[in-house]
């Protein structure tokens, strides 16, 4: 089994910057894909950010270009470099994994899941 716990969130302005974290422990691979969700209230929850087994990356439209998702192998920990930040982007951030190399945005596919971590950008 694998957990993850996510860190970071917080309370800031919008324009600022934040970079969540998430830890992983237990039975998993460095190679499987992991990827960053979010769920706004009264919306579903989206992917914005993956990064496959072998560091390949890929990013929703609505944060490509001001969102980094980066991992540390060697620290067992998923990031997510997010600047510029909106309005927008007040969500429960969640990181998940799946036991692939290659990823994708659809919710289901992803096995694990940390428990989130509130972002609220205020303007």
């Known amino acids: 089994q694998m957990q993850l716990v996510e860190s970071g969130g917080d309370s800031v302005q919008a324009g600022g910057s934040l970079r969540l974290s998430c830890a992983a422990s237990g039975t998993y691979s460095s190679y499987w894909c992991m990827g960053w969700f979010r769920q706004a209230p009264g919306k579903e929850r989206e992917g914005i950010a993956t990064i496959g087994g072998y560091g390949s990356t890929s990013y929703a439209v609505s944060v490509k270009g001001r969102f980094t998702i980066s991992k540390d192998n060697a620290k067992n920990t998923l990031y997510l470099q997010m600047n510029t930040l909106e309005p927008e982007d007040t969500a429960m951030y969640y990181c998940?994994?799946?036991?692939?190399?290659?990823?994708?945005?659809?919710?289901?596919?992803?096995?694990?899941w940390g428990q989130g971590t509130q972002v609220t950008i205020s303007s």
């Open positions: 998940a994994a799946r036991k692939t190399v290659s990823c994708d945005f659809v919710r289901n596919d992803y096995t694990y």
